[in-house]
Every structure is written in structure tokens, then in C-alpha cells.
Nanobody
Framework: QVQLVESGGGLVQAGGSLRLSCAAS????????MGWFRQAPGKDREFVTS????????TYADSVKGRFTISRDNAKNAVYLQMNSLKPEDTAVYYC??????????????WGQGTQVTVSS
């Protein structure tokens, strides 16, 4: 059981940067793998990135490799998504998630409410 609250979304120009934050409460954060998904209007939810319990392993969707970076600070009960070189195609609601299982692929069991990211061309 973990509660997740995202923040940091907003409007940014193409080529700009944005940093999303996820505040977690409940069980010890290191008990969970963490990840981000996103959903654009009229489209299915899309996996963006995940990070292992202590941050040693990260996985990225091909569409964001080299531009996005996930990180975590278990002491602060926080997860971050640094987004650089943003494109209009990145416009979506971004969800912070937590997963109970260690295997692959990443499975999200808990979801935040989402934060809107809009990238203008």
C-alpha cells in the first residue's frame, strides 16, 4: 500500500525541459519498483520509464531514450522524471506508479492522479 501524488506538470515550449516529482507515502519506498506512464487524449496509456528499488537499473521507452531521466530518493520518499528536449508528441497526462514485483516487464500496481504536461510547437 502506497499513495502517490505527482506535481510539476505544466506548459512548456518544444525543446524545453520540465521536471516532474512524485511524493510517496505508506510503506518504505524501497519496497517498490517505481515508474512513469503517460496517456495522451484518445490514446492508450504508454509506458515511459521504470527504476529498480535502489535505483541501480532503469528502463526507458524508445520514444524518450536520451531525453528523459528517472531518478529516486528513497530517503525523501520521492521519484522524479527529468524531461529534456521536449516534443509536442510528449503532451500527455503523466502518472507516477509503484510496482510490487521485481521481474520484467514492469507492472504498475499503484497509480497517482496524474499531472498534465503540454508541449507547444
Amino acid at each position: 500500500q502506497v499513495q502517490l501524488v505527482e506535481s510539476g506538470g505544466g506548459l512548456v515550449q518544444a525543446g524545453g525541459s520540465l521536471r516532474l516529482s512524485c511524493a510517496a507515502s505508506g510503506r518504505t519506498l524501497s519496497d517498490y519498483r517505481m515508474g512513469w506512464f503517460r496517456q495522451a487524449p484518445g490514446k492508450d496509456r504508454e509506458f515511459v520509464t521504470s527504476i529498480s528499488r535502489y535505483g541501480s537499473t532503469t528502463t526507458y521507452a524508445d520514444s524518450v531514450k536520451g531525453r528523459f531521466t528517472i531518478s529516486r530518493d528513497n530517503a525523501k520518499n520521492a521519484v522524479y522524471l527529468q524531461m529534456n528536449s521536449l516534443k509536442p508528441e510528449d503532451t500527455a497526462v503523466y502518472y507516477c506508479t509503484a510496482g510490487r514485483y521485481y521481474g520484467s516487464p514492469y507492472v504498475a500496481d499503484y497509480w497517482g492522479q496524474g499531472t498534465q504536461v503540454t508541449v507547444s510547437s
